[in-house]
């Protein structure tokens, strides 16, 4: 199983990124997807997610309204809309699947994708 995250890089404070997740060994549609993110010196916290039994949407009440995640089962990928972006938005941002972990257990996340990171900075 492979998660390949990409898309991240340098942004001014209220731009935007999309982040991209390509799965391969595995079938999206089967499992919860996740994005999750690790600033230096503090913990990995959980960003959003969907489950996969419902397709419900879970937020970190730091990014609900600015950061939007969505997948697409044809192409097997996951994404992460973020905008208007802060400087506390900076981090390595990592996605991430599981059949019954939830965006609050980040350790129960099974398959983890290598991290691609977003400086959000003037």
């Known amino acids: 199983v492979q998660l390949q995250a990409f898309g991240g890089g340098l942004v001014q404070p209220g731009g935007s990124l999309r982040l991209s997740c390509a799965a391969l060994g595995i079938t999206l549609d089967y499992y919860n997807i996740g994005w999750f993110r690790q600033a230096p010196g503090k913990e990995r916290e959980g960003v959003s997610s969907i489950n996969r039994s419902d397709g419900t949407t879970d937020y970190a009440a730091s990014v609900k309204g600015r950061f939007t995640i969505s997948r697409d089962n044809r192409k097997n990928a996951m994404y992460l809309q973020m905008n208007s972006l802060k400087p506390e938005d900076t981090a390595v941002y990592y996605c991430?699947?599981?059949?019954?972990?939830?965006?609050?257990?980040?350790?129960?996340?099974?398959?983890w994708g290598q991290g691609t990171e977003v400086t959000v900075s003037s």
């Open positions: 991430a699947t599981d059949r019954y972990a939830d965006l609050n257990h980040w350790s129960n996340w099974n398959y």
